[in-house]
C-alpha cells in the first residue's frame, strides 16, 4: 500500500519523525534532490509511506496516478501484472525495481494526462 502524507516541511523531519516511529514506521531514504521526498516503511503488511512538503507538485502525480488505476481497471491490470512480474525477481537495490516500471507508469500518467 501506497500513503502520501503532506507536512508543513518534508525536511523539518523531527516533528514528524518520531510520531510516525512510535506507530511502527522505519525511517527507509531521504531524497533532498527529489522534492526533498521522505520514505517510511511499515511491516507486517506492507505500508510505504511518503512524505512530501504541502504544495509539493509530486503530491498530485501520485495521487492523480492512483485515481486513474482506481477508475480504469485495463492501466490497473497491467500496473499490477507488471508489478507482479518485477516483484519475482531479484533486485540489488529498491531502486532498481522501481526504475523497471518507469515505463508503464510513464504510460498511465500520460494516459491520464499528468504529463504530455
Excluded: N
Excluded at 525536511?11 to 520514505?39: I, K, M, N, Q, W
Excluded at 508489478?83 to 522501481?98: D, M, T
Aim: hydrophobic share 40%; proline share 3%; aromatic share 8%.
Amino acid at each position: 500500500m501506497l500513503v502520501v502524507l503532506a507536512v508543513p516541511d518534508s525536511t523539518d523531519e523531527a516533528v514528524y519523525v518520531p510520531a510516525l516511529e512510535g506507530d511502527g514506521f522505519v525511517f527507509l531514504l531521504r531524497e533532498s534532490e527529489r522534492f526533498e521526498h521522505r520514505l517510511l516503511g511499515r511491516e507486517p503488511r506492507r505500508v510505504h509511506l511518503h512524505v512530501f512538503t504541502v504544495g509539493c507538485a509530486e503530491i498530485a502525480q501520485m495521487v492523480g496516478f492512483r485515481d486513474r488505476l482506481r477508475s480504469h481497471d485495463d492501466d490497473r491490470r497491467w500496473y499490477e501484472q507488471t508489478k507482479r512480474s518485477l516483484a519475482a525477481r531479484e533486485w540489488g537495490a529498491v531502486q532498481e525495481y522501481a526504475d523497471a516500471k518507469t515505463e508503464v507508469v510513464t504510460e498511465i500518467k500520460r494516459r491520464a494526462g499528468l504529463i504530455v
